[in-house]
């Protein structure tokens, strides 16, 4: 190209700009928060700096290299999802630093374009969504306003702007959602999906303490279960997870060997609990279930401890169809590597607790229910509840038994563990999620990340193992009670009311997660179940889908061709009226007023009517007589040329 | 559309000139897309596959939704053009060398506002918008390098409204002739005054009294506009002289000897300009022609320099 590049307006400008920002905002929402202030930062002083002129290349490069290893320094140097939207940021920063011809201009929308999907990687939630559909919308502007100054037209004001950018979207929608229901999916991935770099908060297999307040604190949904016939009670609501049986003296971990056993035997009892989960996407394998699930449905394995784990990383929601059934007995025997693992202890950890243990043990003789209860009793009667925790010491177990006092689930479920293991009883740390809340929209229930609960299962003989809540023997309404039981005495009709609107928004967000998130190859061949039609084959879907998108095609190329219609109502029937008369060749010249065009029509076939009807028509539009624009316009629409014969 | 291009490009239509005013039907407008949209293209489709791989819902639904409104803005870009129509062209002549301001009207029925037309015919490039059911005047700057008729090819109007991803672009191939005049001598000798009558003195035709007056006609110069009676009349007046009485020259094609026709010609278009300007009365004789003149004033001017543009070319 050897024309000089077209430099920018302002006005577009303008719009490139905030288009790349509101491109940036959804990626920054799902980074590391020093990164995205970080990048934050650099977008808003290159901008400013490239306001003045040109920054130096050196500069430019210095900022690209200083992101490159700040990314590396935060992220670490292993390739996930999270590193290459890091990267996508911080370009879209420093690019904004170049902007002055058009060109620019529109290479750096392009990347503005993609920021959204790389976000979606991320994250599908409604803040994403919103700003991604913001984004979109922000540089669709921006192009149209490129494309004008290409044109050199003058700028339109903002509604006009909008008004061009919305009819395309919307006109390009019938087409976006046939091909988004009916083009084929693909059932299994051509390839995989890159995983994060870091971590978000969850269930894992491990837990240290203080490191589940991240997850204390947040109440997103962790996922939504509809249950089909009967639904367990609050003390029955323990959605079992991974169970962690090693332990360091500070740490509890997942034991690797359970994976590889088949599952312990179980007699369940007469009771069955039938339900579907939606489990929102954690990056992990974990899943929940209630306790005990009788079988592991596909995708998933049930391990020897009755933990379930997916056989892929749940990085998209998922669901699940699960059935679970109190144990009456689980696992009636242990096997000697079992038992020693269950009560095995690190040397020299927790000192006074060991011997705390020893002590009951002899106090108590064979009676292992009675430990259980005595240690239960000592919990009730001292122990309070709080999130408010220090930093766990050397022996953090000694320290919150014998000093603090106070903990949340975390402590009090691994405190007990180590006291029944040095009382000689096997005992393991069960995590998970306890409680929930129901939402009488929609009849589901809704476990968020703060539900997140940890318990202990110790070991008796003829009832195998057996769960044990200390926590709830501490502060019951912290697992059972709904926030309604707790607001019931009269909390105040205002938190109501925003719990009423929380959870309308947890119903619209259910069922977009039902219309569309989880929309995938399995469901789309079941679309026309409904109707009655079995599953559809690939072909079939073709077909369908060309016809659709044919049909949206013509409809988008219909209704663009009828133009800007005409706003006003009595303008467009008298057009109408107009174009009958055009089909007998009697058209109206561009130049032609009305009475005068009547009056031809009317010498070359008698046409009274007409004549009354373009008098009342001078009248309303340009006298501005509208009283009776109702029944003039009635009369326009019903009136037809005379089917006389014509001259 | 420079270079190989062009030889596909000459089979599309028009492929000859046509009579005005031509309408821009369908099958006229040729739509492609711009780099950028290229570049948005491969963006798209990057987006798709991996939205369709990793069956992420909303990253399909959004890079969907914004391909069809790719597409939307492709029919919308030959909606621009489709319905226009070019009423009419017409540029005063110039002098070769001076750029031709070819003038366009353009027109349509339609409600629909097309801004950002662009007009290109080799290398003079115009725009303009189009209001709904409006007329609208563009100008094109054709650079001249020779007198006669102007050979004038192709017009292109083309337009990459709404979102600059996809050009559409139309010809006109009007047929209707533009004259170039001949490029004037810079620096000659002053008019022949042989053979002419030299009894009068060269009157001022400022000072002459008033004939009558007449309304303005485009192409009237700027000096001899009425301004006060024009201010009183709400209209714009030109005064006419009395035919001012100056000495009648003889512009004589084979008075110039030994030069060649082309510098003949410039001398001649010169010395045409010369007597004009200074309101004498003229005759311009050219060989195999009748004289032209003696006469004086505009239409006489464009006679005798149309007369020299059209005379044949070695």
Known sequence: MTEPPLLLDRHARHW????????????????????????????????????????????????????????????????????????????????????????????????????????FLLDQGPVTTVLAVLATLCALLALQRLAQQEGQATPQPLPAQLRGVLRLVLLGLPLALATFWLFPRLAEPLWGLPERALARPGLSDSMEPGAWLDMMADDSPAFRVQFQGPVPEAAQRYWRGPVLTRFDGRRWERSPFEDTRTPVDVQPGAQRWQYVMDVEPTERRELVALDLPTAAPDGTRLANDYTLRSDRPLAALSRWTLQSAPPRVFASTLSPWQRRQALDLPEGSNPRTVALGRQWRRDAGGDDAALVQRSLDWVRAEFAYTLDTPLAGRHPVDEFLFEQKAGFCEHFSSAFVVLMRSAGVPARVVTGYAGGIRNPLGDYWVVRQMDAHAWAEVWLAGRGWVRVDPTAAVAPERIYDTLEDRLGAGAGANLLDWRQAGLTLDFVRRGWNALVLSFDAKRQRELLRPLGVGELGAGQLVAAFVALAGLALGAMVWLLARGERERDPLLRAWHRLGRRYRRLGLAREPSEPALQWAQRVHARRPDPALLALSERFVLARYAGTRTHLASLLGDLRRHRPPSGASS | ?????????????????????????????????????????????????????????????????????????????????????????????????????????????????????????????GSTTLPA????????????????????????????????????????????????????????????????????????????????????????????????????????????????????????????????????????????????????????????????????????????????ALMPHD
């Open chain 1, 16 to 119: 490139t700009l905030a288009s790349a920002a509101l491109a940036l905002l959804p990626l920054l929402l799902q980074l590391p928060a020093a990164l995205s202030a970080t990048i934050a930062a650099v977008a808003l002083g290159t901008a400013v700096l490239a306001w003045r002129g040109r920054l130096p290349v050196l500069v430019r490069v210095l900022l690209v290299v200083a992101m490159l290893a700040l990314i590396i320094v935060l992220m670490g140097t292993r390739p996930g999802r999270d590193t290459g939207c890091a990267l996508l940021a911080a370009m879209l920063a420093i690019k904004s630093s170049e902007l002055h011809s058009v060109r620019d201009a529109r290479s750096l929308l392009g990347f503005a374009l993609f920021a959204p999907f790389a976000a």
């Open chain 2, 133 to 308: 059911q409006g007329q609208v005047d563009a100008e094109l700057a054709l650079p001249t390098t020779r007198r006669g008729w102007l050979d004038l090819q192709r017009v292109r109007v083309s337009t990459t409204q709404p979102l600059g991803l996809v050009r559409a672009w139309a010809w006109f191939w009007p047929d209707q002739p533009l004259l170039v005049y001949p490029h004037p001598e810079a620096q000659g000798p002053a008019l022949p005054e042989h053979g002419s009558d030299p009894l009068h003195s060269r009157p001022d035709p400022a000072g002459e009294e008033l004939q009558q007056l007449r309304p303005y006609r485009r192409g009237d110069p700027r000096r001899s506009i009425a301004w006060k009676h024009s201010a009183r009349r709400d209209t714009l007046l030109v005064r006419e002289y009395e035919k001012p009485a100056g000495v009648e020259v003889l512009l004589d094609w084979r008075q110039l000897h030994g030069l060649d026709s082309e510098a003949r010609i410039s001398r001649l278009a010169r010395w045409v300009d010369l007597a004009e300007r200074q309101g004498r009365r003229y005759t311009l004789r050219l060989p195999g022609q009748p004289a032209l003149g003696p006469a004086q004033g505009i239409a006489h001017h464009h006679l005798c320099l149309r007369a020299l």
């Open chain 2, 1 to 125: 559309m420079a270079g190989s291009g062009q030889r596909i490009w000459a089979l599309a239509r028009p492929r000859r000139p046509h009579a005005l005013p031509q309408r821009l039907d369908r099958r006229r407008i040729y739509v492609l897309p711009t780099r950028f949209g290229l570049f948005v293209c491969t963006v798209l489709l990057a987006m798709l596959l991996g939205a369709l791989n990793y069956n992420n819902n909303p990253a399909l639904l959004l890079a969907l939704l914004l391909a069809a409104a790719a597409v939307a803005s492709t029919v919308a870009a030959h909606l621009q053009l489709a319905g226009l129509t070019l009423e009419a062209i017409s540029a005063e002549p110039v002098p070769a060398g001076q750029p031709l301001r070819l003038r366009l009207t353009l027109s349509q029925r339609h409600h629909r506002h097309r801004p950002g037309l662009q007009l290109d015919h080799a290398d003079s490039h």
